[in-house]
């Protein structure tokens, strides 16, 4: 609109040269005012979308305070933290330890299995797999990865638990620490490897050419130069399974049962804080009930231990990072 | 006898300070191969592990699969059990959330790929989408209760599940839309740029067209991981037992996974075979679309620049 105006505004001082060549037609530039508006009106609309995401951590952050400060008001928070006895479900004791150390103990049985399964497969896959046998095992790790933790939860009750583990330990229970701990483990494992995986391939192949040219065999090349300066990139991968594995809650509400009981026995039943969410909702607790705020008070102590151990892993990036360029 | 002789003793002075190094370096070569198997056997449990899981899987359902359990509601009867119900909720839970979540993480990723000046507040938020990414999907199933059902009072319905789902799912869609955004070449947009054109006329006709395939192929697995959730659907209020498929938004409704869960639960064994005909449906469904983003990823993949 304001092109427009100037220019017509403008031919009538142009005019009174008397025979002048006609003007080439002025060039349209008419929709620009409303071409920025809409402009204006999409980038907000798109900075909207972005914002959500802050929204939705407001959400998260404002819902699980403000429950578990009730919850607070009337159990105190130092029972809560140093109790020993969780039968939340009763509506009796509310000491947070044996469901911590469930989750504990399940997270360490993953990590066991994950951390050096999933190492050894990252380095197969980068170092020593030829082409067509890696296009045929990648795919199989996304896939094991896609596997919902339902069917994985599944698999750990009427397989790991009745056909590997009782016949090992024919003393363990049919809900056991150990079965859930395993199949989480093979939950998080495409994690470990696709993610160490990338951080080894990342480093440049100088390193890799170098240490051939003088004279390392394969395996030496792969322990001893890429696993190293991939160190930083590995240990996040497994942080960040590590959290993945606190906050996994199907698994361990199939396969590791319904009881918090305090004990270090992986042969044993226990509760994870993610499998008492799940049993509480099933149960019904009425809103407002004390039962019900505990959902929040431990929901928030799982979103501060996951959150912790997701800027961990950020950090280790950032701090430990080896940099060759 | 045909190697001269000198060479083995150029070798040997060439060698003489390490001696012990190079003596060993069949030893090496050979720890290296053994190292090698090893490490191909600890990559092929993960094969083993999924086909054992499958082999399970199959054994024990494939005798209940029929049309009857696609069909049939949930029952007291494990013959009669069926998915009907549960199968009309996962496609409403997953069509709501595609009407909020898709244009919304798409949205946000062209905000932060093509318009986001680079701030202290961009950074924040993009480190905020990283950590919402690691959010464990229970404490979602968390705000879906205390914000879409006791605040905003959509009660425990199929919208709450396709909400709090959404939100679930959000980071991830911004995550893999962003990646396609950013393989798109600079050229393209300095091209339009040059002509005249503004922002959104350039990644509307430009961008968007020729990020779409890798933008769908991250939006399909992230699908494909919403319709495999149960935990969330639990806690924000996914039915027991529903006897009648919903019919709308506000009414209530059960999944695929949590009426798998539900059969679990059950003490008969014949549910837990039932529950196992159920995840064969849910697998087949999960592998289908796979199967497209997979083909969608090819199709596309190299595209014409």
Redesign the interface.
């Known amino acids: 609109m304001d092109q427009r105006g100037i220019d017509q505004a403008a031919a009538p001082g142009v005019s009174p040269l008397a025979g002048a060549p006609p003007r080439p037609p002025a060039l349209d530039l008419s929709g620009a005012g409303s071409r920025r508006l809409s402009e204006q009106i999409i980038g907000v609309i798109l900075f909207a979308c972005g914002a959500l995401s802050i929204v939705t951590t407001i959400g998260i952050v404002a819902v699980l305070v403000e429950q578990a400060f009730e919850f607070f008001l009337r159990i105190s928070i130092i029972d809560f933290l140093t109790g020993t006895e969780w039968t939340a479900a009763f509506d009796r004791e509310y000491g947070v330890i044996p469901i911590v150390v469930g989750t504990l103990v399940v997270t360490v049985i993953a990590m066991v299995v994950a951390v050096p399964l999933g190492l050894m497969s990252a380095i197969y896959l980068n170092e020593y797999a030829p082409e067509r046998v890696r296009a045929v095992l990648k795919p199989v790790l996304e896939i094991l990865a896609g596997i919902p933790t339902i069917v994985l939860g599944f698999f750990a009750l009427t397989f790991i638990t009745p056909e590997i583990i009782r016949r090992i330990f024919p003393e363990a229970g049919v809900f056991n620490a150990l079965s859930a701990g395993i199949a989480v483990g093979i939950m998080v494992l495409p994690m470990v490897a696709s993610l160490s995986e990338d951080a080894m391939r990342s480093v440049p192949g100088a390193l890799r050419e170098g240490a051939y040219a003088l004279g390392a065999t394969k395996l030496e090349v792969a322990w001893q130069v890429i696993t190293p300066a991939a160190l930083s990139g590995i240990a996040a991968a497994c942080i960040l399974a590590a959290s993945r594995a606190v906050g996994e809650t199907m698994i361990v509400a199939i396969a590791s049962g319904a009881r918090a009981r305090l004990t270090l026995n992986p042969l044993e039943g226990m509760q994870t804080m993610t499998a008492f969410i799940v049993q509480l909702i099933a149960g019904e607790a009425p809103r407002g009930s004390t039962r019900y705020l505990s959902l929040f008070a431990v929901g928030a102590l799982l979103f501060l231990i996951t959150l912790l151990l997701n800027i961990l892993s950020q950090y280790v990036v950032a701090r430990f990072r080896e940099v060759y360029d | 006898m045909t190697a001269p002789a000198y060479a083995d003793a150029e070798h040997r002075a060439a060698t003489a300070g390490t001696l012990e190094g190079t003596s060993n ?1 069949g030893w ?2 050979r ?2 191969q053994v ?2 198997s ?3 056997l ?6 083993v ?2 086909g ?2 499958l082999a ?2 199959i054994a ?1 359902g494939w005798d209940w699969l029929n049309w009857g359990l696609l069909t049939n509601t949930a029952s007291r009867f494990p013959e009669r059990s069926g998915l009907g119900p549960a199968i009309a909720g996962t496609l409403w839970v997953i069509g709501l959330m595609a009407l909020f979540a898709l ?3 798409v ?2 990723a ?3 790929e093509e ?2 000046p680079d701030t202290r507040w961009t950074r ?2 993009q ?6 990414a ?10 879906g ?3 879409f059902v ?1 605040i905003l009072g959509f009660g425990r319905s199929a919208l709450t599940g396709a909400l709090t789902l959404g ?1 679930l799912i ?2 991830v869609i ?1 995550i893999a839309s962003r990646e396609a955004l950013r393989a798109v070449p600079l050229s393209l947009r300095q091209g339009a740029f040059a002509l005249g054109a ?4 350039v990644i509307r006709p430009h961008g968007l067209p020729a990020a779409l395939p890798g933008i769908m192929t991250g939006v399909i ?1 992230a699908f ?2 919403a ?5 969330p659907l ?2 924000a209020g996914a039915a ?1 037992a529903i006897l009648s498929r919903p019919d709308g938004p506000l009414s209530a409704y059960t999944v695929l ?1 949590v009426q ?2 539900q059969w ?2 059950r003490p008969q064994t014949e549910f ?1 075979d039932v ?2 005909a159920g ?1 064969i449906v ?2 087949v469904v ?1 592998l289908a679309m ?1 199967a497209v983003a ?1 083909l969608l990823r090819q199709r596309f993949g190299r595209t014409r620049w």
Request: aromatic share 6%.
């Open positions: 370096l090496r070569h720890v290296g190292v090698g090893s490490l191909l600890a990559t092929l449990l993960a094969v592990v999924l054992v899981l399970t899987v024990r244009p919304v993480g949205g946000a062209v905000y932060l318009y986001a924040i938020l480190v905020n989408i990283a950590n919402l690691g959010v464990p999907s229970v404490v979602y199933g968390l705000l209760l205390g914000i006791d939100l959000l980071p911004i503004t922002p959104w006329q697995l494909s991981r319709i495999g959730e149960t935990a639990l806690v027991g996974p798998i869960y679990m639960q837990r529950a196992a995840i849910l697998l999960l796979n997979i």
